[in-house]
Every structure is written in structure tokens, then in C-alpha cells.
DNA sequence: ACCAAAATTTTACCGTTTGATAAAAAAATA
DNA sequence: TATTTTTTTATCAAACGGTAAAATTTTGGT
């Protein structure tokens, strides 16, 4: 009868105290005594029917495959923070779904007694969800806007992220009272050097978390189309390897900031370091995917909020 | 701030939980926490996920004595297909365990590609059964019930199995709309000459596989329980030898269909041949036992799906 | 748009179940 | 027999499931 199912035994036990336990729903006590063993033994069977994957736990629903795509993104790449929400194939929208998910985590750093400081970027997306943030009260914080929104010719973009922040979550905020690009490293320094400045530019390295879109370069990038840059740079820096952009800092295709060239006329208030904060992505779509593989490749954002079918590109590369 | 399409959110975030619980093995204190909600709430999501079905968790190891018990029935009583599932001692219910094995066994004929055609009959285990199968799309596949669910008094009993069917596999679905049991041989046949109802008895008649319940007889059976049958003709019934039922077909004690009696007046779709299709039996506990047995030795199902005890004993007959 | 009723959520509490640890006992191995 | 490994016993803090009252939100009627 027994010739040698010692392994093949333990197996078996562990798979029956498994079953006891997690489909007929019976306590390890009650396992125990149907099994004639100690609860502890009952208990270690349990476990190791769990370790050694013998019940399978399978979630019939949309969602799981969200989360499961954010358990590894966060992995993969090792972020802070990951959230996928459910890809929406018919809907050409680049914020559907992303803005409320980010809404939610801003909340939920707004929600927190002692006070932190917030920087956001801007952009469209940032823009989209902002205006899913509920009405809050939140003296104890700061928000600080990481980068201006004004254009090449001086007029301010449409989409105004630190001031509509502030509008409904009422909190002291410092807007960044430049533009995006200015003509030299040193008009920068020079600008950087004013005292409403400097505080924003303090303020920032010293942000809890921070929220930013990620820009896609090309003919067609928002950061043209916005009136941001001109085209004829934009093909300069396209030769110069750059792929992607956040707060106007540019990035190459392994997410290192490009030397030299325009990254020294960007005026935005730097990234704060990432081993501290959490600087959360917020992109989806197919035209933001390779900016987003090389940011999170470089580690210039350390947490991700995007939808299923970019998180599936972002996994399979 | 819109911002909610409650309805469809309770679900999600049930999923969710149960996601964090059983597949990530967070504390309901963490999801509470991550989802901004209190521990309460989480425990209510994460058993909502259970109560809803959402999670489910399989056992796929293949534990040697229950293994060794399928082989010897197999063998035994000449089957297609044998499947044993651990006893729980203790445990009074009747489908627990075998409804897990069923739908894994349901899922590996529509996970086949060529088209096939599955038979269900109906009753308590058969519903149990298909509430554990996990959403699918088959349109290649077509489903068709073998029996109807309509009393005798002309409601329809509360399990609803070729439907609830449909709504998880998404195949096209042919449901038998007629009685168990009709009031004479002719009206029988009258009936069975409506299209529809000819359409069915077609497709029971070319089914690949089909899978059934086991009814026993007796004062307690649930053929009287649910109103299917009147409590003097099962009186009758007993008198003339019948031990058990499957579809309604009532059957001696060697499994040899009875002749004349009430079976003249069964509107269920006869079973297929049994060289060709596989007819598998769900059941389990004492009560099955004498139907169960005189069922297999009469060839009228060639495939079971019970658990050790009752296995035990159509071995040791 | 308002108020009242109903439903849900939060807060608080309690007994049971669970996972983990350490020492004693038993079994297996050399 | 001595040594190693496993199992049992005992104990404890954390986690869990249930209940009940208070607070909040939703619902429905006016």
C-alpha cells in the first residue's frame, strides 16, 4: 500500500484540509478533528496547499485584471503607487476614466490630518482631473504648480490647473507665475531668483506628492499644438533622441533628461527626488506610450495611473 | 461633481475587495484603508464578492484516494468519465463540492473549439452547479435543457438552470417549455409536435454531453418537495419498483426505465444514446445512493461526479 | 425644493478564528 | 543510542464576523 507517497501524501493532505477549508468552508479546528490531526497541522496544511498553488483562487470580473495589471506594473518597474483602470476601446478620450481615478488618490492625499504639500503639473489631463475633485477643505495643505501654463506669445493656456485646484479644495496653492520655456539658461536663472518664485520653486522640492501628465512629442504633440514650442524645435529635439516630456522637462527613449538643448531653458520647478515622493503619471492611450515606458524606464515618475490596454503595452515591453 | 454611476460601482468595488483579499491577501483593515472606507464596509464587499460569486476558488489537485476511487468506477461501472470530490463529514449539504467539480467539467467542453451541444435537466445540484461557472462566450456552442421546470400546478419551480445558463455562457440556449409531467401519452404528443418544442427534442437528441441530476424517491424526494409530483402517485410509483428518477424518467432497481406507469407521460427529451454522448450524473449523499447506483448499473448515465463516501459505497455494492 | 421615512454607513464592542512562536513530546534517521 | 526532524501542546496578538446604536445618505412624497 505505502511504498514511498511520503511527499505525494503531504500533497494529499495539504490538497484535502485546502478543500475542507476553502470550498466546504469548515474551520481548521473542525479540519482538524475530521483529519485526526492538531489544529496546527491543520493549519500548516492549509497553508501549504496555499503556498504550493493547489486551490486557485480566480475573480470573474473586469477589475481583477485592473488590479492585477497595477500589482505588476508596480513590480516591474518599482513604483509607489499603480492603478489601471478598464480600457474603454470604443472611446477616443485620453481622461475618461484616468481623471477620476486620479481624483480619487489626490483625495485620498488631501484627506491625510497633517499637512502635506501637492505639486501638480498641467496639461489637459491633469486639467480633466482636477475637475474631478469633490469640494474640500484642506487649510492644513499646500498645492504648488510644478510648471507655468504660459505660452511663446504670452497668453496664458486654456486649461489651468493650480487655480481651478485651488478653487475647490481650498488650500493655500502657489501658482508658477512663468512660462513653461524661457529664451535662455539665463533668463531662467535670473527669473528663478525672484522671491514669488523662489517660494514655488522651495516649495516644490520639498512636495509629499506629486501629480503630472506625460507629454508625447511629434507633429502632432499637445505641446505644439498648445502653442508651447515651436514646430521647428520640436524636430530638433526629435533628432536629439527626445521621446517624451513632463513639466517640459525632456526625456530620451531610456527616460534620461536630455543634456544640454532645451532642458535648460525649461523654467519648471524640478521633479522633487523620487526616493521621497511619490510622482504619479497620469496618461493612457496609445500615443503616450512610449513616453511613458521611457519615463518609468528612467524612474522620472515612480507612480502610474493609466488604463488597461497602455498598461498591457507597458508590461509586454 | 457628477461622479457616480452607483449602480454598476457596488459590484466593482466588491470586486475590488475580494481582489485585495483572496488574490493580493490584504487585511479587510488595509482595503478599508485603501478604498477610504471602514472595515465593516470592506468586510460587507468582500463577502458581497463571495455571496455574488465573484471569487471563486477551485481546487484542481488531484488528491489519490479520490483519484483511485474515480479509476475504480470507471472501471467498475463502465464510465466516460468519473470524477470524486473529498467528503466533508460533517457537512449536510448536498452540492457543495460536487457543483465545483460539475462547472470545472461544464468549462472543459466549452472551452473546446469545434461547436458542441450540452444537455442540462434541472433540480437543486444542477443549479448549484451552473451558479459556479464563470462567465464565458461559446456562441459556438448551443445548450439545450431536457426538462422543463413547470409544476404541476403550472408556476415554474425557482431554479432556473438553462437560464441562469445562458446568462453566464452567453450560447445560444434552447430551454424545454412544457412540464415535467403532462397529463396523458397523447398529450405528450401533441405537445412534442409543436415547433419549438421539436426544435429541442432535436437538439437533446444529437447532445455530446449532457448533465443531469439524480432524484431519489420517496415521502421526502424532491420531486414531491418542489411540486413536480403528487405524493399518491409517488406512493405508486415506489409500489411499481421505481427507486429514482433522472429527468423525470423513472427507473427500477437495476436502472431499467419503467415501462407504462407515469414515464408515458414524461415530456422530457429522452436521453441520447449513451455510445455516443456522455451523460453525467451530479450527486451525492446517502439519500442519492440506491438511485445512483441503480442508474449506473443500468447504463443510464455513463459518466458521475460525487464525492468519496458516496463513492465508496457504489463500490463496495 | 423641502421634509420625513428608509436605507446605508460608520462607530464601537465582543467572542471566535487565525497565524505565529516557543517548549515539550514523538518520530524518523544515522 | 544519539541526533535530527516533525508534531503536539500551550500561549498570544492580530484578524475576522457578527451585532447594535448613532450618524449619514438616499429615497419618496408633498
Known sequence: MARKPENNNRLDDAARAGWLYYVAGRTQDEIAS???I????????????MAERLVKVRLDHPIAACLEAAARLKDRYQLKYADVVPSDPGSASTT???AEAGAAEIERWLKTAEPVVLAVGTGRTLKATIDQLPPMD???????????????????????????????IN????????????????????LHKQSLVKMALELGARADAVFVGVGELGA??????????????????MAAGAVGEICGWMFDHDG????????????????????????????????????LRA???GGIINGLITDESTAEYLLKA
Open 34 to 36: 475530521i483529519m485526526g
Open 38 to 49: 492538531s489544529r496546527q497541522s491543520a493549519q500548516r496544511l492549509v497553508s501549504l496547499a
Open 96 to 98: 475618461v476614466g484616468i
Open 138 to 168: 484642506c487649510p492644513q495643505h499646500r498645492i504648488v504648480s510644478l510648471t507655468g501654463n504660459i505660452r511663446l506669445d504670452g497668453s496664458a493656456a486654456y486649461y489651468n490647473v493650480i487655480f481651478s485646484m485651488a478653487d475647490v
Open 171 to 190: 488650500a493655500r496653492h502657489f501658482p508658477m507665475p512663468l512660462p513653461v520655456l524661457v529664451s535662455s539658461p539665463e533668463e531662467r536663472e535670473v
Open 220 to 237: 502632432e504633440a499637445p505641446l505644439c499644438e498648445d502653442g508651447f514650442l515651436a514646430r521647428e524645435e520640436m524636430a530638433g529635439l
Open 256 to 291: 534620461a533628461l536630455l543634456t544640454g538643448s532645451i532642458n535648460e531653458r525649461v523654467a519648471s520647478i524640478p521633479l522633487p527626488p523620487r526616493d521621497r515622493a511619490s510622482v504619479i503619471g497620469i496618461a493612457k492611450g496609445r500615443r503616450k506610450h512610449e513616453a
Open 295 to 297: 519615463a518609468l524606464r
